[in-house]
Nanobody, 114 residues
Framework: QVQLVESGGGLVQAGGSLRLSCVGS??????MGWYRQAPGNQREFVAT???????NYADSLKGRFTISRDNAKNTVYLQMNSLKPEDTAVYYC??????????WGKGTLVTVSS
């Protein structure tokens, strides 16, 4: 059974940084991504990275967030800098196979205090 497990969330002050991790069998996925869902909002796209290392970001997050992967550790990371209160959300990891089947983790909560 495919599992993706996120970690690294927590409480941080505005301006601080966090690094999220997503551990799983990432080699089976063509694309890995991070998404987030704030209270009362729909889940939104944050960033993706392909098996070849091509990255894509939500325009509003470019320059502050960085996605990366370590295939040897079966881990995808999301480095988040200069965090703002509006970044508060549950962050989810997603893996997409070559057949466009998506697998989701259960999420990790990030809370940014002002």
């Amino acid at each position: 059974q495919v599992q993706l497990v996120e970690s690294g969330g927590g409480l941080v002050q505005a301006g601080g940084s966090l690094r999220l991790s997503c551990v799983g069998s990432i080699s089976i996925f063509n694309q890995m991504g991070w998404y987030r869902q704030a209270p009362g909002n729909q889940r939104e796209f944050v960033a993706t990275i392909t098996s070849g290392g091509t990255t894509n970001y939500a325009d509003s997050l470019k320059g502050r967030f960085t996605i990366s992967r370590d295939n040897a550790k079966n881990t995808v990371y999301l480095q988040m800098n200069s965090l703002k209160p509006e970044d508060t959300a549950v962050y989810y990891c997603k893996g997409r196979t070559s057949y466009y089947v998506d697998y989701w983790g259960k999420g990790t909560l990030v809370t940014v205090s002002s």
